[in-house]
C-alpha cells in the first residue's frame, strides 16, 4: 500500500491538480475487462487515485461496479479519485450521450476529464485488421474539432466535466485550434516512451501550459497484433534501461516510469499483475542526471500506434496521421 497522500501532484494546464502517475485500462484484446476491473479494484486499495479508462476499452461498465463497491464500503470517497474517459470517434456529433453513458456505466456522477480519443471522428470496429479501412473516414477538419471541443466545454458548464483533455494530436493541429478555445484544454495524451520520445511534443505542451500524459509509457509489450510490426524495438530490453533497472534493483519497467515523472509527463501504465511496484515508482528515489540522460540517448522514432486503421481514401500512409512536415496532412478547412 502507498499512501495516496505521498504520491505528488502535478499541475494541470487549467489550473486544477492530479496525481502524478494513473493506471491505464486499456486491456485490448488480450485482458478480459473482469482482469482489468479486479486490477482497478486492487489498484484503489494499493494507494491509485487517478484512472485513464475510455468508452471504446469496453470495460467501463465492470470498472464502474469496482468504483462502485469501492464507495459503498467506504474505500474512497468519489471526490478522492481523478477519473478520465474519452470520446470515442464514432461519438463526435454527439458528446453529451457519449459522456452520460461513461458516467452511468462508471459509476461516478461526473467525470474528472474527458478527452477527445483522436482528433478526427474516422471509427473502425474494436478488434479489426490492421488493413481494414472505413469508406466514411475523412481528414482532419478543424471545423469538425471545434465542435467536438464545444461539446465538452457545454458539459463543463454543466458540470458533467471538470477538465477537457485532447490526445492523439500534432504540433499543426494545435496550433490550428488552441486559440479558438474557450476553456483550455487541461492535459494532452499521447505515446511517449523511450524509444519514442516526442520530445518536441513534448516541449510544445510544456510551452503552452497542457500537462503531457504519457501512454504505453513501457511501450505496451502486450499491445494489440495491428499494433506489432516486425521492427520494433522493445523499450524494457533496452541495455541502457537494464543495467541502470539493474542499479536500483527493480524492474526496467520502475525504470521508465521514474524517467517520465523525471521530465515532467504523467504516465498511465497498465498492470494486472505489477500495479503496486508501478505506483511506488512515483514516491521512491528519482532517476540521476547521469541516468535520464542516458535513457534520452534512447529515442529511436519507435512509434507504436501507427494508426493505420483511422486513414482516409487518398491518405499515402499512416505517417499521413501524424503531420510530419509541419503542415496538417489533406485538412479540408485550414
Ligand atoms: N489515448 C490513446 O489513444 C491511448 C492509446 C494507447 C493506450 N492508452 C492508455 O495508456 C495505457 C497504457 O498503455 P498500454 O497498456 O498499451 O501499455 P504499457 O502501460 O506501456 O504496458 C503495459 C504492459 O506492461 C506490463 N507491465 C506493467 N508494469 C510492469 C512491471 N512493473 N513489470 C513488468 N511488466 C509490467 C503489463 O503486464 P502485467 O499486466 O503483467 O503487469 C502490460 O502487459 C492504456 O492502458 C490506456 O489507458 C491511451
Given at each position: 500500500?502507498?499512501?495516496?497522500?505521498?504520491?505528488p501532484m502535478m499541475r494541470l494546464g487549467d489550473g486544477g491538480s492530479i496525481p502524478c502517475l494513473g493506471m491505464g485500462t486499456f486491456g485490448s484484446d488480450r485482458v478480459s475487462p473482469e482482469e482489468v476491473a479486479g486490477a482497478v479494484a486492487g489498484g484503489i486499495r494499493v494507494g491509485y487515485r487517478l484512472f485513464d479508462c475510455a468508452a471504446c476499452y469496453g470495460n467501463e461498465e465492470q470498472i464502474g461496479r469496482v468504483f462502485r463497491e469501492a464507495f459503498d464500503e467506504g474505500v474512497v470517497k468519489r471526490e478522492d479519485l481523478f477519473i478520465m474517459t474519452k470520446v470515442?470517434?464514432?461519438?463526435?456529433?454527439?458528446?453529451?450521450?457519449?459522456?452520460?453513458?461513461?458516467?452511468?456505466?462508471?459509476?461516478?456522477d461526473y467525470l474528472d476529464m474527458l478527452f477527445i480519443h483522436w482528433p478526427f471522428p474516422n471509427y473502425h470496429a474494436p478488434f479489426c485488421d490492421v488493413n481494414s479501412r472505413n469508406p466514411d473516414s475523412r481528414p482532419f477538419?478543424?471545423?469538425?474539432?471545434?465542435?467536438?471541443?464545444?461539446?465538452?466545454?457545454?458539459?463543463?458548464?454543466?458540470?458533467?466535466?471538470?477538465h477537457i483533455g485532447i490526445s492523439n494530436m500534432t504540433i499543426p493541429k494545435m496550433n490550428a485550434v488552441l486559440d479558438q478555445l474557450r476553456i483550455r484544454p487541461a492535459a494532452c495524451e499521447s505515446e511517449m516512451h523511450p524509444c519514442f520520445q516526442q520530445q518536441e511534443l513534448l516541449d510544445y505542451l510544456t510551452a503552452h501550459d497542457i500537462l503531457p500524459v504519457g501512454y504505453m509509457p513501457l511501450g505496451s509489450p502486450r499491445r494489440p497484433e495491428r499494433d506489432i510490426e516486425p521492427g520494433d524495438i522493445a523499450d524494457m530490453q533496452m541495455p541502457e534501461l537494464?543495467?541502470?533497472?539493474?542499479?536500483?534493483g527493480v524492474h526496467p519497467a520502475i525504470i521508465c516510469l521514474k524517467w517520465a515523472l523525471g521530465r515532467g509527463v504523467l504516465p498511465i501504465p497498465f498492470s494486472v499483475h505489477n500495479y503496486e511496484a508501478n505506483l511506488r515508482a512515483a514516491v521512491t528515489e528519482k532517476l540521476t542526471e547521469k541516468e535520464m540522460?542516458?535513457?534520452?540517448?534512447?529515442?529511436?522514432?519507435?512509434?507504436?500506434?501507427?494508426?493505420?486503421?483511422?486513414?482516409?481514401e487518398g491518405a499515402r500512409d499512416w505517417h499521413d496521421l501524424w503531420d510530419e512536415d509541419g503542415v496538417i496532412v489533406d485538412c479540408t478547412d485550414c
Open positions: 500500500m502507498i499512501d495516496p497522500k505521498t504520491v470515442w470517434n464514432d461519438m463526435h456529433r454527439e458528446v453529451e450521450k457519449s459522456c452520460l453513458k461513461s458516467i452511468k456505466d462508471l459509476q461516478c477538419s478543424v471545423e469538425e474539432f471545434l465542435d467536438t471541443y464545444r461539446q465538452i466545454e457545454a458539459l463543463v458548464d454543466k458540470g458533467l466535466v471538470r537494464l543495467e541502470i533497472a539493474k542499479a536500483h540522460a542516458a535513457i534520452a540517448s534512447l529515442e529511436r522514432g519507435n512509434r507504436l500506434v501507427k494508426g493505420q486503421v483511422f486513414l482516409w
